[in-house]
């Protein structure tokens, strides 16, 4: 216990560790837990947006699509591969669920998650048209960059700096997507299209950031695996999406 207490001293204070040999049992458990949450993810939207590029209107939009679906996967590779140093099997595990699988469009999971694999709730809903990918696409991009400010930096450092390696291309996925919403928004009836999607998305990306007061928070803050609360983060993203969206015409 002084040991383990030591540790968590030293990870509050804001150290690191650098190999699964140095790293106290409950931590293990909360940092498998979290990257687990961001390989399902993302290896889901990666299914996802492999069915919207057949909904692209035009070369531009499925090069784009088709970009967000290759490097969605990269990503997910290179976090399991922090995971295969934990020992998880990384060939059994992405061959363990249908990424591709959605809910019914109507379905409502709040924060809740459905299935047996560990991706966020967002990720259970179907995309409906190119519209649809386009507006999902900003929103979660824009949640995704804010995550991204707690996620690189990470105590583990191994895992941060494959973190700091992705965040650039997270970024570029939503501007890719805030491109394509300006030119859907400046079509005739696109601009309606486009509130609709963003008033069925919008508040289902805002689960991604989990509840307010969240008892894990405080543990997850001393292991230094977190630093903002969700609270925050979801305020955070509520002001980009304001200002993306009003900037797009809508």
Same mark, same amino acid.
């Given at each position: ?12 204070? +804001?150290? !690191?560790?650098?190999?699964?040999? &140095? ?5 293990? +458990? ?9 390989? =399902?993810?993302? %290896? ?9 590029? &057949? ?25 399991? +591969? ?20 959605? %809910? ?27 519209? =649809? ?12 960059? !804010? ?14 700096? !494959? ?76 002001? %980009? ?10």
């Amino acid at each position: 216990m002084s040991e383990t207490m030591n540790i968590e001293d030293y990870l509050a204070q +804001g150290g !690191v560790l650098t190999a699964p040999e &140095n790293v106290p049992a409950r931590y293990r +458990g909360e940092l498998l837990r979290l990257m687990s949450s961001f390989v =399902d993810s993302e %290896l889901a939207a990666s299914a996802g947006f492999a069915d919207s590029i &057949n909904f692209a209107p035009a070369i531009r939009e499925r090069i784009a699509a088709s970009r967000i679906t290759l490097e969605k996967a990269d990503h997910a590779e290179r976090v399991l +591969g922090v995971m295969g140093s934990f020992g998880t099997d990384v060939l059994r595990y992405q061959a363990s669920h249908d990424w591709s699988a959605r %809910l019914p469009r109507e379905a409502d999971l709040g924060t809740s998650r459905a299935g047996t694999d560990n991706r966020l709730a967002v990720f259970h809903y179907p995309i409906a048209g190119w519209t =649809d990918a386009v507006v999902m696409n900003v929103l979660q991009g824009l949640a995704t960059g !804010v995550q991204m400010t707690e996620l690189t930096r990470l105590s583990y450092a191994p895992l941060a700096e !494959v973190f700091r390696e992705i965040a650039p291309r997270e970024a570029r996925h939503a501007e890719l997507g805030l491109e394509g919403l300006e030119r859907i928004a400046a079509r005739t009836g696109g601009r309606a299209a486009a509130q609709a999607s963003v008033a069925y998305w919008r508040p289902r990306v805002a689960t991604t950031f989990g509840v307010a007061g969240s008892a894990r928070y405080d543990t997850l803050r001393k292991f230094g695996l977190r630093h903002a609360p969700n609270e925050d983060l979801l305020a955070c993203w509520e002001g %980009l999406v304001a200002d993306r969206l009003s900037a797009a015409g809508l």
